[in-house]
């Protein structure tokens, strides 16, 4: 396909006529009467009219679908999220219950804020390397 974004048209100026539509040719016969003019003039816009409601409840039709699959969708995507904040909850209470046990039991330094390199140990321990 192409591979650029739709050609814009310029608005339409104000002393130009708007685009017309070409309409295919109507065999009307033989006309007798200005009434039996109007007749066929009617009966042409009446079915002119019927094909553009059957267009625009085409559309309608289409965007009902599109509007159910993505009502669909978004009801599968909150229950996702619901589920990862549940699971993301009990992940942070078990890990600050960790966090609490390991304070508790004096086991080492505290651990680092997150970003820094943990503090080394004194007892034994080799120098840390130096930053690149």
């Known amino acids: 396909g192409g591979g650029g974004p739709p050609e814009k048209k310029p608005p339409p100026r104000e002393d130009q006529a708007p685009p017309t539509t070409l309409i295919e040719p109507l065999r009307l016969g033989g006309i007798s009467s200005t009434e039996e003019m109007d007749l066929k003039v009617l009966q042409f816009k009446n079915k ?3 094909e553009r409601l059957e267009q625009r409840q085409a559309c ?3 965007l009902r679908e599109r509007i159910e699959k993505l009502e669909k969708r978004q009801a ?3 229950a996702t999220l619901l589920l990862v904040n549940r699971f993301w909850g009990q992940l942070d209470t078990e890990v600050q219950a960790l966090l609490r046990r390991y304070d508790g039991e004096g086991g080492g330094p505290p ?3 997150p970003g820094e ?3 080394p140990r004194s007892e ?3 120098p ?3 930053p690149p």
């Open 124 to 126: 034994g321990a080799e």
């Open 48 to 50: 002119k009219l019927a």
């Open 60 to 62: 309608e039709d289409e």
């Open 117 to 119: 390199p943990p503090e």
């Open 128 to 130: 840390p390397p130096a």
């Open 111 to 113: 651990p680092a804020p």
């Open 76 to 78: 599968t995507d909150d």
